[in-house]
C-alpha cells in the first residue's frame, strides 16, 4: 500500500518539494489536494521534466506543472476496473477517493498484476577511439578506463541491469578484444551480452544496423563513456506517454558572454544588454528509439544519431526530449575522469 501522507503536497508547495517526494518512496507520484485533501492534480517524474522543457525552475509552485485533469477510481472500485482506468491512461498509478472527493489511497499497478521487467533490449556504444583521453586510451579503450576500481561501461552494465534491464548489445571496434575479454557473455553481471562488431568506424548510430534482427519493442541506446544516476524505467514511461518515434536525453547548458553585447544595424547601436546569459538543452548521449525509426540506418555506414533525428524530422516523424536532471557526466577529457573519480560515492551501490 502506498504512503498516502508522503505523496500530498498543497499547490504552493515547489517543484523541488515534488522532486523530494517523488525520490522518497516506490509511489512515484505527487497528488496535489486542497486543505480538504480534495483532489487537484497530479505530477509525475514526466510532468516535472516536461514542465523544465517549458522553463519552469526547481522553485516555482508545483501547480505550474501538475496534470489538472488526473483520472481517479472510488474507494472501493473492483481491481478490473482500475486496471482499465490505468490501462487506458498508460498511466502507473490511480488516486482513490471517498464520496466526498477526498484522497485517501494511491493504488499501484504493482500491486495490481506482477511487476514485470523491461524487456527493451540495450545497446551501447562502445567503439570510440577516446582521442582525447590519451594517453590512457592507448593502453585500453575508454569504456575500460577505472572509475575507482571499476571500469566506466562495468558501472553502466550494472545500473541497467539492477534496472531489470537483461538483454546487451555492445558495439565495439578500437581495442574490441578487451571489452569482450572483460564483458563476456554477460553472465557474472546476470544479463545477455552480444557483441555488434564495426569493421570500421560507424559513428554514434551506424552500429545499429548490425543488430541481428529487429528488435519488437523501443530500443535504449546509451554512449558508453557516460555516468549517470538517471531512472532509466522514467525514461521508458516518457518514451511511451510521448507517442514518440525517437527521445533523445537532453542535458540544460547555460553561459555568460562576459562583455556587454551590442545589438547594431549598420553603424547605429540599437541596444547594449549586459553580460547576458544563454540557456540551451545539449545532446545527453542517452536515446530510445522505436523499431521503425532503424528503417532510416545505412546498413553497415557511419552515420551520427543526430542525422537519424534529422532524418526523423524531415520525414515529419514524431520526437521528444527527455530532460536529465539527475547525475551525468560525459568522461571525454582527463578532467572528467579525476571528476568521476572524485564523484566515487555516488555508485558505491553500483
Known amino acids: 500500500?502506498?504512503?498516502?501522507?508522503?505523496?500530498?503536497?498543497?499547490?504552493?508547495?515547489?517543484?523541488?518539494?515534488?522532486?523530494?517526494?517523488?525520490?522518497?518512496?516506490?509511489?512515484?507520484?505527487?497528488?496535489?489536494?486542497?486543505?480538504?485533501?480534495?483532489?487537484?492534480?497530479?505530477?509525475?517524474?514526466?510532468?516535472?521534466?516536461?514542465?523544465?522543457?517549458?522553463?519552469?525552475?526547481?522553485?516555482?509552485?508545483?501547480?505550474?506543472?501538475?496534470?489538472?485533469?488526473?483520472?481517479?477510481?472510488?474507494?472501493?472500485?473492483?481491481?478490473?476496473?482500475?486496471?482499465?482506468?490505468?490501462?487506458?491512461?498508460?498511466?502507473?498509478?490511480?488516486?482513490?477517493?471517498?464520496?466526498?472527493?477526498?484522497?485517501?489511497?494511491?493504488?499501484?499497478?504493482?500491486?495490481?498484476v506482477p511487476p514485470r521487467r523491461p524487456d527493451n533490449w540495450?545497446?551501447?556504444?562502445?567503439?570510440?577511439?577516446?582521442?582525447?583521453?590519451?594517453?590512457?586510451?592507448?593502453?585500453?579503450?575508454?569504456?575500460?578506463?577505472?572509475?575507482?576500481?571499476?571500469?566506466?561501461?562495468?558501472?553502466?552494465?550494472?545500473?541497467?541491469?539492477?534496472?531489470?534491464?537483461?538483454?546487451f548489445?555492445?558495439?565495439?571496434?578500437?581495442?574490441?578484444?578487451m571489452v569482450k575479454a572483460h564483458f563476456g557473455d554477460g553472465a557474472r553481471f546476470g544479463v545477455r551480452i552480444d557483441y555488434l562488431e564495426e569493421k570500421a568506424a560507424l559513428g554514434t548510430a551506424g552500429a545499429l544496423s548490425l543488430l541481428p534482427e529487429r528488435p519488437t519493442r523501443p530500443l535504449l541506446v546509451m554512449n558508453a563513456d557516460l555516468l549517470t544516476k538517471l531512472d532509466f524505467n522514467h525514461l521508458l514511461d516518457f518514451h511511451a506517454e510521448s507517442g514518440a518515434e525517437a527521445t533523445m536525453c537532453v542535458r540544460e547548458f547555460h553561459f555568460q558572454v562576459p562583455y556587454g553585447v551590442v545589438e547594431i544595424d549598420g553603424q547605429r547601436i540599437l541596444g547594449i544588454e549586459e553580460k547576458p546569459e544563454h540557456r540551451f538543452f545539449v545532446n545527453a548521449g542517452i536515446y530510445?528509439?522505436?523499431?521503425?525509426?532503424?528503417?532510416?540506418?545505412?546498413?553497415?555506414?557511419?552515420?551520427?544519431?543526430t542525422d537519424v533525428f534529422a532524418r526523423l524530422i524531415a520525414g515529419g516523424r514524431r520526437t521528444a526530449a527527455f530532460p536529465i536532471r539527475e547525475y551525468w557526466l560525459d568522461v571525454g577529457r582527463p578532467d572528467d575522469l579525476k571528476q568521476a573519480s572524485s564523484d566515487l560515492d555516488l555508485f558505491a551501490e553500483d
Request: charged fraction near 25%.
Open 122 to 167: 540495450v545497446v551501447l556504444m562502445a567503439g570510440g577511439l577516446g582521442t582525447r583521453l590519451r594517453p590512457l586510451t592507448q593502453e585500453a579503450p575508454k569504456p575500460l578506463l577505472t572509475v575507482g576500481s571499476r571500469p566506466i561501461l562495468e558501472i553502466i552494465v550494472s545500473a541497467l541491469a539492477r534496472a531489470g534491464f537483461s538483454r
Open 288 to 305: 530510445m528509439l522505436n523499431p521503425g525509426a532503424l528503417e532510416l540506418l545505412p546498413c553497415g555506414e557511419a552515420i551520427d544519431m
Open 1 to 112: 500500500m502506498a504512503n498516502i501522507e508522503r505523496c500530498l503536497l498543497p499547490p504552493t508547495a515547489t517543484i523541488r518539494e515534488a522532486v523530494t517526494a517523488l525520490e522518497a518512496g516506490e509511489e512515484k507520484i505527487v497528488v496535489v489536494v486542497d486543505a480538504g485533501r480534495r483532489l487537484l492534480g497530479t505530477v509525475t517524474d514526466g510532468d516535472i521534466r516536461r514542465g523544465i522543457l517549458r522553463g519552469h525552475g526547481l522553485d516555482d509552485p508545483v501547480a505550474e506543472v501538475m496534470f489538472r485533469k488526473p483520472d481517479w477510481a472510488p474507494m472501493d472500485a473492483r481491481r478490473e476496473a482500475m486496471l482499465g482506468i490505468l490501462a487506458a491512461a498508460q498511466k502507473r498509478q490511480l488516486p482513490l477517493l471517498d464520496a466526498e472527493g477526498r484522497v485517501v489511497d494511491v493504488k499501484l499497478i504493482d500491486e495490481l
Open 169 to 177: 548489445f555492445i558495439s565495439v571496434n578500437y581495442k574490441a578484444a
